[in-house]
Nanobody, 121 residues
Framework: QVQLVESGGGLVQPGGSLRLSCVASGIIFSINTMAWYRQAPGKQRELVAAIRSGGSTNYADSVAGRFTISMDNAKNTVYLQMNSLKPEDTADYYC???????????????WGQGTQVTVSS
């Protein structure tokens, strides 16, 4: 199976920065997409940023220009660089990966355990 381990969350002041990391381990033939989602209290989980293995990216309007998603293919790791953080960014952040374990197999999605980000003065 595939395991995702996130790190980098914590408490930061408004305007500060954090860098989240997510490492995927296990049997991985190919990665379709790696992404970051977040869920704030009382809200649905929402897509923050996604990156395809080829490098194309997609961002939520609320974070575009402030967050940057990147991938290290050799390490099966995805990063989320978060700059100019706002209190509204406070949430639990979850790593998601969509992969194919072996040729001609169906794609499967996996979630990390989540890492907390709190933006407060």
């Amino acid at each position: 199976q595939v395991q995702l381990v996130e790190s980098g969350g914590g408490l930061v002041q408004p305007g500060g920065s954090l860098r989240l990391s997510c490492v995927a381990s296990g049997i991985i033939f190919s990665i379709n997409t790696m992404a970051w989602y977040r869920q704030a209290p009382g809200k649905q989980r929402e897509l923050v940023a996604a990156i395809r293995s080829g490098g194309s990216t997609n961002y939520a309007d609320s974070v575009a220009g402030r967050f940057t998603i990147s991938m290290d293919n050799a390490k099966n790791t995805v990063y989320l660089q978060m700059n100019s953080l706002k209190p509204e960014d406070t949430a639990d952040y979850y790593c998601y990966v969509n992969i194919i374990m072996r040729p001609h197999s169906e794609a499967r999605g996996y979630w990390g355990q989540g890492t907390q980000v709190t933006v407060s003065s």
